[in-house]
């Protein structure tokens, strides 16, 4: 999978963001998409998760594919669900 610099990543609105948590690159904020879902903040994963283009939104999916967290396929449910839901 190619890394990518978070701002090729995300929409205007979220490169504060990005500049605030001093990330770098695209596993990082995938990686607190994440830690929001780990540490019981589902609204703020999903509001990451809104900040990133299609073309990422795709991308973190295959990175949950390609991840070890045990609950990857659970965030990938929720998300896919809140997507058929906010459509």
Do not use: C, H, P, W
């Not at 990330?23 to 903040?41: A, C, V």
């Not at 900040?51 to 990422?56: F, K, T, V, Y």
């Amino acid at each position: 999978m190619k890394v990518k610099r978070v701002n090729q990543l995300l929409e205007n609105n979220a490169e504060e963001l990005a500049q605030e948590y001093d990330f770098t690159y695209d596993y990082e904020y995938y990686d607190y998409i994440i830690d929001s879902y780990i540490n019981g903040q589902k609204q703020q994963m999903f509001n990451l998760f809104n900040n990133l283009d299609n073309e990422s939104k795709k991308a973190f999916f295959e990175y949950l594919d390609n991840t070890t967290y045990n609950d990857s396929n659970d965030i990938k449910k929720l998300l896919i669900d809140y997507l058929i839901d906010n459509d």
